[in-house]
């Protein structure tokens, strides 16, 4: 029994994620419920799969987990300006400054103030926000949830795009199909994120260039503003289609080209023959038995274009006046209000490396051959 589990544990994790996805669509449970159940099955799964590596892999991201603290906080520590100058501006008396100076613990000794945020860190108190007087925990806790929905709609597309793309390109390999793919998806990679998102406003929701009195582009979806998902699911998707196809098409082209690799690879090894000497047909061959060996490799960059994905919504959500952690961020970062922003990207590396952990257990889970072996770690 225990070995039928272990055999099929990557459909069963697969399967339990996407349980708990749809679970928290239906019934819209706080952010860190299902961020935390997420968790709890992709430890599960590894642990289940290699309880050892499991420990260990959780083990290392701990004091990297307290790295990221420290640098976090010692760069914000090291910015220029005096944070009770910039609350109560430049006409503040020596005596206002000290009092405020006491009231943020700006008097103590580095390593005191390190120790005390970290403990209240620890314990889900990121701090008062200097700017907007509220608990910055709040305001991440509130902006997390575009940024979340932007990401995620960004990765699928970008699948979307890029796994039948590569798996075509990869079968026509050395053809004009082939050829043209990977000129255009190249083309999606050498376009930054924000002039993608120019351009998409200006063809799709604007109405493009007008040429000898014609219009080149459409009006169809709107160009800003963010509505909820709870609000209008309608609305929701057609103002998120842009923000998150701006961030999707350069993702798309780097999969694409790692999963085309791989199916070439793949294709020439001696079960692709077998298969074809029993007559299967092409499409079978290709989705079923060729895809899931090509596809480790485009799984591992899913979870490293995290980061990417983080970095490019600030532009973005900016861009397309999204109310995301990046937006929060670059409001911390222009208001001086160091609190958010040393919050803000707290929250945003822990999220990253925790999703990066998850993709390793994910690995781990869908490829048997790794199980009581060592998995390469990345963070």
């Known amino acids: 029994m225990k070995q039928a589990v272990r055999d099929q544990l990557g459909r069963i994790v697969a399967a339990a994620l996407l349980a708990t996805i749809v679970w928290a669509w239906i019934w819209r449970p706080p952010f860190s419920w299902t961020f935390g159940v997420l968790v709890l099955i992709g430890t599960v799964g590894a642990g289940i799969a290699d309880g050892r590596y499991a420990l260990r892999r959780i083990a290392s991201v701990i004091p990297v987990l307290v790295g990221v603290s420290f640098v976090v906080f010692a760069l914000m520590a090291s910015l220029p300006g005096d944070p009770a100058i910039n609350i109560l501006g430049p006409a503040a008396t020596a005596d206002q400054i000290a009092i405020v100076r006491t009231e943020l613990g700006l008097d103590e000794p580095f390593f005191n103030r390190y120790g005390n945020w970290l403990g209240g860190v620890l314990t889900g108190d990121l701090g008062t926000s200097i700017v907007l007087r509220e608990d910055v925990a709040d305001g991440i ?3 997390m949830t575009p940024t979340l929905q932007i990401m995620a709609y960004s990765v699928v597309l970008a699948l979307g795009f890029a796994i039948p793309l590569g798996i075509w390109a990869g079968y026509r390999q050395g053809t004009k199909t082939d050829g043209t793919i990977n000129n255009v998806m190249l083309g999606f990679l050498a376009t930054p994120n924000f002039v993608l998102a120019v351009m998409l406003v200006l063809f799709f929701a604007i109405g493009g260039l007008s040429v000898a009195g014609n219009e080149i582009g459409f009006r169809a979806l709107p160009a800003a ?9 309608v609305l929701h998707f ?3 289609l842009l923000p998150s196809l701006a961030l999707a098409m350069g993702q798309a082209a780097v999969f694409m080209r790692l999963l085309r690799s791989d199916m070439i690879a793949t294709l020439r090894l001696p079960f692709i023959d077998l298969a074809r000497s029993k007559g299967l047909p092409t499409r079978r061959i290709l989705w079923r038995h060729a895809l899931r060996p090509s596809s480790f490799t485009l799984l591992t960059v899913v979870g490293l274009t995290v980061g990417l994905l983080i970095g490019g919504a600030l532009i973005i959500e900016f861009i397309f006046t999204i109310p995301g952690v990046g937006a929060y961020i670059f409001l911390g970062v222009t208001q001086r209000d160091f ?4 919050g803000g990207v707290l929250v ?3 999220l990253y490396i925790v999703v990066l952990t998850m993709s390793d257990f994910l690995y781990l889970a869908l490829d048997p051959r790794l199980r009581g072996r060592e998995v390469g770690t990345r963070a």
Not at 225 to 233: A, N
Not at 339 to 342: F, L, T
């Open 141 to 143: 806790s509130r902006s």
């Open 225 to 233: 503003r963010y509505v909820p998902l709870g609000e209008d699911v």
């Open 238 to 240: 057609k103002h998120m």
């Open 339 to 342: 609190i958010a922003v040393q």
């Open 348 to 350: 945003i590396s822990t």
